[in-house]
């Protein structure tokens, strides 16, 4: 299996996984994925920047191949898609030790009984030397995970973020070269996996700002040698940054809630809202995620179900809540039959969400004609708070 190579003595020794569709069986991977591992020989000392999953791990074995020392292998995450070859690699590299956060190497020891003689912890800003390259060795926490740390190479100013600024993207391509699809599929990534921590990025990215690299090679997706492209963009996204938008997750059991939908949609457009719909019974996560990214209202429209919510907006109400988008107001519209129950509360719906709760919209049954008022004036509302806030 060939190595690719990014500069001279500087090599990836990743794995494509083309068709897995699911990740952690939760994310959608509508175009697959790659697991990437970096190969850095200095002079005098060789390190390996990540391993692989384990599935690909005799890929990345045979990668390896002809590689007579490896020295390090620096571990900037502990979870299995970063983490999980290493005691394959330990095994072939007897002389290596692993590097990580003393968080990591915690973390490395429990989750894959990492001998604790074959890993050393290396503090924030702590360098490397491997002979005429120095590694520097930055922590960044709760990218995704608490032990997360990124390097950079000083001499050829390349950037090996880990997951920050990854996507979830098979492609023959080693660069990012078709900006639109990279771009799409790395705010994807974003949404699903790093909007929760959106705070600390922001305060991460201010951190790694004098670096200013000429190269940026994630763990998943392609190397970037126009590093602005996805700097700028997660400038955009982290920055909570919202637009003319309105996301609506929907479900309707028996057509009344479809109804309420319908009016409040065709009463967004009227007053010049956009609106995006999603199908609960038909819902890919990555779809919703990115679209939370960037949209100021979140509206769930869902009938009651045994006095309660029904499941599918309970689970999705808990979902948006946990990846914490920045959305300023958020409403519901609903219908009931035999008991309203605990529909509408959309505060306790979204707890952690710093939002502006609206005046739920809810009906006994078919919508009447003071009903589908009651959704004009919702629409009105969001169109007003939307133009007060100058987004339209």
Known sequence: MNRREIKPGIEWVGALDWH???????????????YNAYLVNGSEQTALLDTVDPAFRAVLLQRLEGVARLDYIVAHHAEQDHAGTIPDVLARFPQAQVLATPKGVQFL?????????????????????????TLRFLHLPWVHWPETMVSFLEEDRILFPCDLFGAHLATSDLWARDEAV???????????ILMPFATLIRKHMDKLAPLNPALIAPSHGPVYDRPALILDAYRRWSGGLVTNKVVLPQVSMHGSTALLVQRLIESLIARGVAVQPFDLAHLRLDQLSTALVDAATIVLAAPAVLGGMHP???????????LKPPVKFAGYLGSYGWSRGQIGKTAELLPHLKVEVLEPVLCAGRPRAADLEAVDRLAAQIADKHAAAGLC
């Open 20 to 34: 897995r569709q699911l990740f952690d069986e939760l994310i959608p991977l509508p175009q697959g994925t790659s």
């Open 109 to 133: 020891q429990e989750l894959l009984a990492v001998p604790a003689d074959r890993l050393q912890a290396v503090q924030d800003g702590e360098t490397l030397a491997l002979g005429g390259r």
């Open 182 to 192: 990279v771009l799409a599929a790395a705010r994807s990534y974003y949404a699903q």
């Open 312 to 322: 599918l907006a309970a689970s999705v109400g808990a979902l948006v809540d946990a």
